[in-house]
């Protein structure tokens, strides 16, 4: 069984396809399922944020499991196969595993460095786990890339290589509205984008910060954990709420637009005093997007979604090369010693199944010779068995711990093979697994 990933990404594809593309609630849960449950593939976990839908598999077929996975991802988008296919990659193996840490430890991300990918593959991951669609395979392997992109974050300055999406575009606002500071901001959303925005905000001395969500719990939490002042409202309250900001961030999971031009013209005076327009500026970070892009055509409005963010992006780029440079040894260190240890941990059914082989051979030697002189005595025939047992495993001390070790350089699959081969050894019993489970347990 080999990891696959499959997906497409701001690097991949443009924002209005991603838009197509995302998948949250009721849909992620049944492409999620429906991957599981499909063809070649055992194990499936799926990432889906505003720049990025892959798709996490274990499969037992290269070909086949990448046919399901970018039909059902066609299927489940509604975006025809042959135009999905064009801008979907694949990586498989050692490739997929340097993806899922490189992706993990934001050297992948829209803005280099921004942290906030590691919360959604933690999301994802916990969903796999909830819903039973991952097994150990995804489940180390998830791991241990939440684990390499806290390495990344706290031994490099990558975070300083790259603002979060929210930071930049915070920056991208400023040039429209001048400093944060005093500003009357308005977040839309109480999710963890919405949370980082709203945090921002605060950090950077907004007059006042307003949260609206459809969940006004959640918004009265999020409020009272801001340092500035700010408060909740209800999602009814918005149109009066858009009437008063100055700054508005909205990222929700809505499927259809929140904030439109109508709503801005609804709360406007009425009649032409002649004065100029009031600006304010709108940065949508929601797929599908909040923010109807009539609202550029409000007067004193302004509006940025994840496409104007690309040449934030590209700026982020050219800050901080030697922390992107470290980031990327941590991830091929990581790597080397993930796919070392997977093939280590491949070979133990192998040198399990071998000494169960050589203890049924004893087994079988000393019940023929039981048979053979029924009146040994019963002390001669404990050290017989003993010396006998110790010769075995003296035997097979040497070549397993050597199998173990060549198993973990690149191509050492072909020793375990040659075992299997001279030994007549099947490593796929129940028993034989099962003990390979327990051995390796007892050593982690």
Same mark, same amino acid.
């Given at each position: 069984?080999?990891?696959?990933?499959?997906?497409?990404?701001?690097?991949?594809?443009?924002?209005?396809?991603?838009?197509?593309?995302?998948?949250?609630?009721?849909?992620?849960?049944?492409?999620?399922?429906?991957?599981?449950?499909?063809?070649?593939?055992?194990?499936?976990?799926?990432?889906?944020?505003?720049?990025?839908?892959?798709?996490?598999?274990?499969?037992?077929?290269?070909?086949?499991?990448?046919?399901? *996975?970018?039909?059902?991802?066609?299927?489940?988008?509604?975006?025809?196969?042959?135009?999905?296919?064009? /801008?979907?990659?694949?990586?498989?193996?050692?490739?997929?595993?340097?993806?899922?840490?490189?992706?993990?430890?934001?050297?992948?991300?829209?803005?280099?460095?921004?942290?906030?990918?590691?919360?959604?593959?933690?999301?994802?991951?916990?969903?796999?786990?909830?819903?039973?669609?991952?097994?150990?395979?995804? /489940?180390?392997?998830?791991?241990?890339?939440?684990?390499?992109?806290?390495?990344?974050?706290?031994?490099?300055?990558?975070?300083?290589?790259?603002?979060?999406?929210?930071?930049?575009?915070?920056?991208?606002?400023?040039?429209?509205?001048?400093?944060?500071?005093?500003?009357?901001?308005?977040?839309?959303?109480?999710?963890?984008?919405?949370?980082?925005?709203?945090?921002?905000?605060?950090?950077?001395?907004?007059?006042?910060?307003?949260?609206?969500?459809?969940?006004?719990?959640?918004?009265?939490?999020?409020?009272?954990?801001?340092?500035?002042?700010?408060?909740?409202?209800?999602?009814?309250?918005?149109?009066?709420?858009?009437?008063?900001?100055?700054?508005?961030?909205?990222?929700?999971?809505?499927?259809?637009?929140?904030?439109?031009?109508?709503?801005?013209?609804?709360?406007?005076?009425?009649?032409?005093?002649?004065?100029?327009?009031?600006?304010?500026?709108?940065?949508?970070?929601?797929?599908?997007?909040?923010?109807?892009?009539?609202?550029?055509?409000?007067?004193?409005?302004?509006?940025?979604?994840?496409?104007?963010?690309? *040449?934030?992006?590209?700026?982020?780029?050219?800050?901080?090369?030697?922390?992107?440079?470290?980031?990327?040894?941590?991830?091929?260190?990581?790597?080397?010693?993930?796919?070392?240890?997977?093939?280590?941990?491949?070979?133990?059914?192998?040198?399990?199944?071998?000494?169960?082989?050589?203890?049924?051979?004893?087994?079988?030697?000393?019940?023929?010779?039981?048979?053979?002189?029924?009146?040994?005595?019963?002390?001669?025939?404990?050290?017989?068995?003993?010396?006998?047992?110790?010769?075995?495993?003296?035997?097979?001390?040497?070549?397993?711990?050597?199998?173990?070790?060549?198993?973990?350089?690149?191509?050492?699959?072909?020793?375990?093979?040659?075992?299997?081969?001279?030994?007549?050894?099947?490593?796929?019993?129940?028993?034989?697994?099962?003990?390979?489970?327990?051995?390796?347990?007892?050593?982690?």
């Amino acid at each position: 069984m080999s990891v696959l990933v499959v997906g497409l990404s701001h690097r991949s594809a443009p924002v209005a396809l991603l838009e197509r593309a995302a998948v949250s609630g009721d849909d992620l849960l049944k492409l999620l399922h429906s991957v599981r449950d499909c063809g070649h593939v055992s194990e499936a976990a799926i990432v889906s944020t505003c720049n990025r839908v892959e798709v996490f598999a274990v499969v037992d077929r290269f070909h086949g499991g990448v046919t399901s *996975v970018s039909e059902l991802l066609a299927l489940h988008s509604g975006i025809p196969l042959d135009e999905l296919s064009r /801008h979907l990659y694949v990586h498989y193996e050692e490739r997929a595993v340097q993806h899922v840490f490189a992706v993990a430890s934001g050297l992948d991300s829209m803005v280099v460095g921004e942290g906030q990918i590691l919360g959604q593959i933690r999301t994802a991951f916990k969903l796999a786990q909830d819903e039973h669609t991952i097994g150990r395979d995804l /489940h180390d392997l998830l791991q241990r890339a939440l684990r390499v992109g806290k390495r990344a974050h706290h031994e490099t300055g990558i975070d300083q290589a790259g603002a979060s999406l929210v930071s930049v575009g915070l920056e991208v606002a400023g040039k429209h509205l001048g400093p944060v500071e005093g500003k009357r901001a308005l977040v839309v959303g109480a999710g963890s984008m919405s949370s980082l925005a709203a945090a921002t905000l605060s950090r950077a001395g907004a007059g006042e910060v307003v949260i609206a969500n459809r969940t006004f719990d959640n918004a009265v939490r999020l409020a009272a954990s801001l340092e500035s002042p700010a408060r909740a409202i209800r999602m009814d309250e918005l149109t009066a709420a858009l009437a008063e900001a100055d700054l508005i961030v909205s990222c929700t999971g809505a499927t259809g637009r929140v904030i439109t031009a109508d709503m801005l013209t609804a709360g406007a005076p009425a009649g032409d005093t002649g004065a100029p327009a009031r600006r304010r500026f709108f940065l949508d970070l929601a797929l599908p997007h909040d923010v109807d892009p009539a609202v550029r055509e409000v007067p004193g409005a302004a509006l940025a979604g994840l496409d104007d963010l690309r *040449v934030a992006q590209e700026a982020a780029r050219a800050v901080g090369p030697e922390a992107v440079e470290e980031v990327k040894r941590i991830v091929c260190d990581e790597v080397s010693a993930y796919l070392s240890a997977a093939r280590a941990a491949a070979v133990a059914p192998t040198v399990v199944a071998l000494r169960s082989k050589a203890a049924e051979v004893v087994d079988a030697e000393l019940s023929r010779l039981a048979g053979r002189l029924p009146d040994i005595d019963e002390r001669a025939y404990k050290e017989i068995a003993q010396t006998v047992r110790r010769v075995a495993d003296k035997l097979l001390h040497a070549p397993t711990v050597r199998v173990k070790e060549l198993a973990a350089a690149p191509g050492g699959d072909a020793y375990a093979d040659a075992l299997r081969e001279l030994f007549g050894l099947d490593p796929s019993r129940p028993e034989a697994v099962a003990r390979a489970d327990n051995i390796e347990g007892s050593q982690t």
